[in-house]
């Protein structure tokens, strides 16, 4: 049911993911914070890095919260920026040989042509992304459903 409902509109769904992503990283700040007294109560020592990240894990997780069509945006280029980067290194760092490589270099070709796409057309990036995790739920639905069944 939740599959059909994020099939249905995609671009919601990417904002909930998006707000839901910023409210992770915030409680991530705040059990930072406790783990660094914590930390510092047991191993002693100077334990301001950690208290830093949870400030800047909080910070960052109110604004994507309190932002969510500039952080949907954000998310859609550092994911662009992903492909392009990650695929780039896989065309320089395999090492293996015959159809692999061929198989290889074609994925990671497609990978930076994809990469370039979401660049100039965020919006695919949102719809894409929506329909992967929408197709994730289909498959995680039908494994239920033939559990239940045998």
Same mark, same amino acid.
């Given at each position: 049911?939740?599959?059909v409902?994020?099939f249905?509109?995609?671009?919601?769904?990417?904002?909930?993911?998006? *707000?839901?992503?910023?409210?992770?990283?915030?409680?991530?700040?705040?059990?930072q #914070?406790?783990y660094?007294?914590k930390?510092?109560?047991?191993?002693?020592?100077?334990?301001? *890095? #950690?208290l830093?990240?949870?400030?800047?894990?909080i910070l960052?997780?109110?604004?994507?919260?309190?932002?969510?069509g500039?952080?949907?945006?954000?998310?859609?280029?550092?994911?662009?920026? *992903?492909? #392009?980067?990650?695929?780039?290194?896989?065309?320089?760092?395999f090492?293996?040989?015959?159809s692999?490589?061929?198989?290889?270099v074609?994925?990671?070709?497609?990978?930076?042509?994809?990469?370039?796409i979401?660049?100039?057309?965020?919006?695919?990036g #949102?719809?894409?992304?929506s329909?992967?995790?929408?197709?994730?739920?289909?498959?995680?639905?039908?494994?239920?459903?033939?559990?239940?069944?045998?």
């Amino acid at each position: 049911m939740l599959a059909v409902v994020i099939f249905t509109f995609p671009i919601e769904n990417f904002y909930a993911i998006t *707000w839901l992503i910023g409210l992770f990283v915030l409680i991530n700040g705040v059990i930072q #914070i406790v783990y660094r007294r914590k930390a510092k109560a047991l191993v002693g020592g100077n334990q301001n *890095w #950690i208290l830093f990240m949870g400030i800047v894990d909080i910070l960052f997780g109110l604004l994507v919260i309190f932002n969510v069509g500039a952080s949907s945006a954000f998310f859609i280029y550092m994911f662009a920026f *992903w492909f #392009i980067f990650s695929s780039i290194s896989g065309l320089f760092t395999f090492s293996g040989s015959g159809s692999l490589k061929l198989i290889s270099v074609i994925f990671n070709l497609l990978g930076i042509v994809f990469g370039v796409i979401l660049l100039f057309n965020p919006l695919m990036g #949102i719809v894409f992304i929506s329909t992967m995790i929408a197709i994730a739920f289909v498959f995680v639905g039908v494994i239920y459903v033939v559990d239940a069944l045998a």
